[in-house]
């Protein structure tokens, strides 16, 4: 055999060995395509594949299925805002995305896919929301996967009822207390008034001497209910958003002594010894709103003289606890509290909170509970150190500046 031939048949051999590996190929692409084929088919979401102009590659049934396409409607080819055409003159999309349907919301389809960022959200006629996520693809065009998401819209609709529903009911709550308070406030000021006129001996003595004491009994009873009834009212300006602070330059040492007139009946009952500090690094005047300190330190020092044991100690320190903060303490040698209810100080009606485990105080248990609230609202926060049988101190700390979410 000539060295002819023999070339002559190693090149058709060879060229036999390319055609064969090439017949490989296209059968493993083959079986490539129909696995493939066969995951978009049992995909439980809408999958559609288009190219570069936007024109249908490939598609499963479940999205013919999720629109009511036919095979014909959902061919090769056919480009999306055809699809898309079908959907609003059928009526299949409703509301189209959020901002709503017809040809602006075909002109909004469009520019997404031009840039083929974040989802995109239809409602269905039959009230399923579709939501559609496109990505790009290596080889050009574009894949798009369509979820069903309705039990999720579902949720948060539920969600928003519940939060609206909420709102409603604390709003109502709130009117109601500032209505209520404002009512019991009338009567409850002229049980007061008398009472002390009738103890004052103003018009002759009372005659028998226990006379006296039922007075006292009513003026102390008038006294703590209307004292609830404030908090009462309080607490229902704080949760409705209506108080609103007014910061201002004023004198620490005054605001405290102030403050202690009010509360001279109980601290000379009791043969208390008040004391009112400053440090040394603190400013001669505070920056705060005054009417709010003055209620937070009413509430920090009554609650400490009903819990002190007579002839106690109580002391306000006004000091810096730390650069650009001010901060006013009220220590008290009374009959302190465990941890257990340091933890729930600050939940309003909390009687635990206002230490009546320990002492048999009556109250709404909101003293505590709208100090927090006003020293948050000054951009502050309360500390708390106590110990049973020890004593306690609380500290409200807030910025120099006072800037709050609540001042003006």
């Not at 936007?54 to 396409?69: D, I, K």
């Not at 009911?169 to 209505?179: D, G, H, I, P, Y």
């Not at 949760?239 to 102030?258: H, N, V």
């Not at 009417?291 to 920090?300: C, V, Y």
């Amino acid at each position: 055999m000539s060295n002819d031939t023999r070339t002559a048949q190693s090149d058709e051999v060879e060229a036999l060995r390319d055609e064969i590996a090439a017949l490989k190929r296209r059968l493993s692409r083959m079986e490539d395509d129909a696995l493939f084929a066969e995951a978009m088919e049992n995909s439980s979401e809408a999958i559609v594949i288009y190219d570069a102009d936007g024109r249908l590659v490939a598609c499963n049934r479940n999205f013919r299925e999720l629109y009511g396409y036919t095979e014909e409607e959902a061919r090769k080819g056919v480009h999306f805002g055809e699809l898309g055409r079908i959907d609003i003159e059928r009526g299949n999309v409703v509301i189209g995305d959020e901002y709503g349907g017809g040809e602006e919301y075909l002109k909004r389809k469009a520019e997404y896919r031009r840039k083929l960022e974040g989802s995109f959200v239809v409602h269905l006629k039959d009230g399923r929301w579709i939501k559609t996520t496109d990505r790009r693809m290596q080889r050009g065009g574009f894949v798009s996967v369509q979820v069903d998401i309705t039990d999720i819209k579902k949720n948060e609709q539920a969600l928003r009822h519940a939060k609206e529903a909420a709102e409603k009911a604390a709003q109502f709550k709130s009117e109601f207390l500032a209505n209520i308070s404002h009512d019991l406030r009338t009567p409850l000021n002229a049980i007061i008034g008398f009472s002390e006129m009738l103890l004052s001996e103003f018009k002759g003595p009372l005659g028998d001497p226990d006379y006296r004491e039922y007075v006292g009994d009513i003026n102390d009873s008038g006294q703590l209910l209307l004292s609830i009834v404030n908090d009462l009212l309080d607490t229902a300006k704080l949760e409705s958003g209506r108080l609103k602070l007014d910061c201002t330059e004023f004198d620490a040492a005054e605001c405290a002594a102030d403050v202690l007139k009010r509360l001279r009946s109980i601290t000379d009952r009791k043969r208390l010894v008040i004391e009112i500090e400053k440090t040394d690094d603190f400013p001669p005047a505070v920056f705060a709103d005054r009417r709010a300190t003055i209620q937070i330190l009413n509430n920090l020092l009554a609650n400490a003289a009903k819990h002190s044991d007579d002839g106690g100690t109580i002391v306000i320190r006004w000091h810096n606890p730390e650069p650009g903060f001010n901060a006013v303490s009220v220590i008290d040698t009374g009959t302190g509290m465990g941890p257990e209810l340091i933890e729930k100080i600050g939940d309003p009606f909390l009687q635990e909170g206002s230490y009546a485990l320990h002492t048999g105080e009556k109250g709404a248990g909101l003293g505590l509970y709208i100090c927090s609230k006003l020293i948050a609202a000054m951009g502050g926060r309360m500390e708390i150190e106590s110990e049973v049988g020890e004593g306690t101190t609380v500290t409200m700390i807030w910025p120099e500046d006072c800037a709050g979410p609540g001042c003006g």
